[in-house]
């Protein structure tokens, strides 16, 4: 393959060739990179791939007839052609869930008659109301004798623990990127780590169908993606689809869109590899996701590496090589369309749900009873936010939650680290408080949300950043942070994000929509509480993306909140007749006829510094006479939700969480010292 660079002084982008065959030519036509200076105007260059005439990906024209490039593997590995196990990888809000409905719908998964909802694959309560994927499940569709398993992956930067563990179990990865806004700070994260796992990806340019869509310009920052990341030149040889999921219709081109998704699936048989197995090795398998059923008890899921699993099989459940146990298989099964269907034999190279071991973790390999060796375990990135989790004692607690001490929650939380990979759980410096750390505040925040739901009670403290110190020097989190908004908002903006140490090294104006994208590095303590006020400075027009960049030098003092709180002066229930008073002072949490305890956060207050007021007086009963009785006019209260009441403590506040109440209160501990 020979590549050539060419530039003109009229025209500074360089243009990139590649000649391949026509008809891959045609699908994939010509790129532009800008990366323009490290080239003279009017100068060429030509350059050689490192690797002579290679035909990895020969997906675009036909498939290909050579044995697979693993020579240097042991003879003993095969290709299994008829299954093929993919991810589907993307940034939040691309489209994945969406394109996976119409693959299941036009695989016939379900009847024709059948009545199904939107976004199928978002099965939990969460998912569905917040509108995100948070949880990995698995599905699989009969395409052409050919039995595809499909990952549904979430999107968010903060369950990228999601990601990294099923990318162990799949040969290749949709990578879907939404044809307007192109490729965003997650869509960097989760291709970075499957071209760290070699998997072959296909690019799917998604909602092709917007009426802003610029196709050539997400190709283009793809293929450039892929160079910054040191993508190999097999990577690179990407086969990209243009596609609209919500309509179901796929094509090879933006104008030519085929009526079904069926030349997505082709490029999915053609560009990503069978499983390459051991048939006649020894039985491995590495334990990926673990589920609970009722009745069946712990359920492992993971791809069989080697070998062939039967139902009552003996079998050693391997930590480390030193470290082994043995268990046998009581159920098995494997995925079939949208179901788990029992199953007697299960080869290598097939993703299944394996019962009967009731102490396996993730990360365990289930192998041979004999000869089994232990699987490499699977390796998350290290969390840097954490935050602290106490039993409630504020006057109000027992009253709504079924469980309320310590032993309930370290339960509990023990229970969530069996699942959640990416989350840790240390002993706070009481016996009653504990410390999580996770990917971001919106990971920790849908655990509390999850326990709230299921009936604890318990406080939480503000989030703060897990910081390292190395060589005597003290590093902090960075991330990159990516803001799209209109123009006419982006003064306060750039001075919100300035003020909390945020370095802009991007900026691009999008189209005819009017917004223009700011990337910013900033400290991950400078996006603690950020979300709200951006929305504040851009009058709700402005959307932030995060996704954890590196650690860096400490940047300095960072101030995120101007105002003080108001808070309650003693237990009773607020009346209109205070509350009339208290609104000149600020806005308030509470409305007429609530209970309130004293140091209870009940309003923001208009300056810094925090104010006590007493919301519970009542109009003194005298039998002086007024003319009239005063209408007295409350303002409505804020409601807050959880993640708003997060981002709003700071250092010397909690949050109670109930299942019914969401309140902030004054540390009472950091009062105590304070005096």
Same mark, same amino acid.
């Given at each position: ?499 909390? &140490? *945020? !370095? %802009? #090294?991007?900026?691009? /104006? =999008? ?73 000149? &002072? *600020? !806005? %308030? #949490?509470?409305?007429? /006829? =609530? ?81």
């Amino acid at each position: 393959m020979e590549l050539s660079l060419s530039t003109s002084p009229a025209s500074p982008a360089v243009v990139l060739r590649r000649q391949a065959s026509p008809l891959l030519h045609k699908q994939q036509q010509v790129l532009g990179v800008s990366f323009a200076s490290a080239l003279k105007p009017g100068g060429v260059l030509r350059f050689r791939s490192r690797l002579p005439l290679h035909r990895p990906i020969t997906c675009s024209a036909s498939p290909s007839t050579a044995e697979p490039s693993s020579e240097v593997k042991k003879k003993t590995l095969v290709r299994r052609n008829d299954v093929r196990n993919i991810a589907i990888v993307a940034h939040v809000d691309h489209g994945k869930t969406t394109l996976v409905d119409s693959m299941l719908r036009q695989a016939k998964v379900f009847r024709d008659n059948q009545v199904m909802q939107e976004r199928i694959m978002d099965s939990n309560d969460l998912e569905r109301e917040r509108g995100i994927t948070i949880l990995s499940k698995n599905t699989s569709i009969t395409y052409k004798n050919t039995k595809v398993n499909i990952i549904d992956t979430p999107g968010h930067s903060d369950f990228g623990g999601e990601v990294e563990r099923v990318l162990n179990m799949v040969d290749g990865v949709l990578l879907v990127v939404d044809s307007v806004e192109g490729p965003m700070p997650q869509t960097r994260f989760v291709l970075k780590k499957a071209l760290e796992f070699g998997h072959a990806v296909v690019v799917v340019v998604n909602k092709i169908d917007r009426p802003s869509a610029r196709p050539e310009f997400v190709v283009n920052s793809t293929f450039e993606l892929f160079i910054e990341l040191n993508a190999t030149d097999e990577q690179c040889d990407f086969q990209a689809i243009y596609a609209s999921g919500i309509k179901g219709k796929a094509g090879l081109t933006p104008e030519d869109l085929a009526e079904d998704l069926g030349p997505l699936f082709e490029a999915i048989i053609r560009c990503v590899p069978g499983p390459n197995i051991e048939k006649d090795g020894a039985l491995q398998m590495l334990a990926t996701n673990i589920e609970y059923d009722e009745h069946k008890g712990r359920i492992a899921i993971g791809r069989l590496h080697a070998g062939a699993l039967r139902k009552g099989m003996d079998v050693r459940v391997c930590t480390s090589e030193d470290s082994c146990r043995f268990a046998r298989v009581s159920e098995l099964f494997v995925y079939e369309k949208f179901y788990r269907v029992p199953t007697d034999t299960v080869e290598a190279g097939d993703i299944c749900a394996v019962c009967g071991i009731d102490d396996i973790q993730i990360g365990e390999t289930i192998a041979d009873k004999v000869h089994g060796k232990p699987l490499p375990t699977i390796k998350v990135e290290e969390p840097t936010v954490k935050m602290s989790f106490s039993v409630n004692t504020s006057p109000f607690s027992g009253r709504e939650g079924k469980y309320v001490t310590s032993r309930n929650l370290r339960d509990r939380l023990n229970r969530e680290l069996e699942r959640n990979l990416a989350m840790k759980v240390e002993d706070g410096e009481t016996a009653d408080t504990f410390i999580i750390s996770g990917r971001g505040t919106l990971h920790i925040t849908i655990l509390i949300e999850n326990m709230r739901r299921e009936g604890y009670e318990f406080m939480v403290g503000p989030p703060k950043v897990i910081n390292k110190r190395v060589n005597d020097k003290l590093l902090e989190p960075f991330e990159v942070a990516t803001v799209e908004v209109p123009e006419n908002h982006m003064g306060p903006v750039v001075e919100l994000l300035g003020k909390r &140490r *945020g !370095q %802009m #090294f991007d900026m691009q /104006g =999008v189209g005819s929509e009017g917004t223009v994208f700011l990337r910013y590095k900033i400290p991950t303590r400078g996006l603690l509480g950020l979300r709200n006020a951006i929305l504040t400075a851009s009058r709700g027009t402005a959307i932030l993306n995060t996704v954890f960049d590196s650690y860096g030098p400490w940047a300095g003092d960072i101030s995120t909140r101007d105002l003080g709180s108001l808070v309650a002066f003693e237990d009773g229930t607020s009346t209109s007749y205070a509350l009339a008073s208290a609104q000149e &002072r *600020g !806005q %308030m #949490f509470v409305g007429a /006829g =609530v209970d309130v305890y004293k140091s209870q956060i009940v309003g923001i207050h208009q300056r810094p510094g925090d104010l006590g007021l007493n919301i519970c007086k009542k109009k003194a009963a005298t039998n002086i006479r007024s003319n009239k009785d005063v209408t007295v006019v409350l303002d409505t209260p804020l409601t807050y939700s959880l993640d708003d009441c997060i981002e709003y403590i700071e250092e010397d506040e909690l949050v109670e969480v109930t299942p019914l109440s969401i309140r902030m209160c004054k540390n009472p501990k950091m009062a105590k010292k304070g005096r």
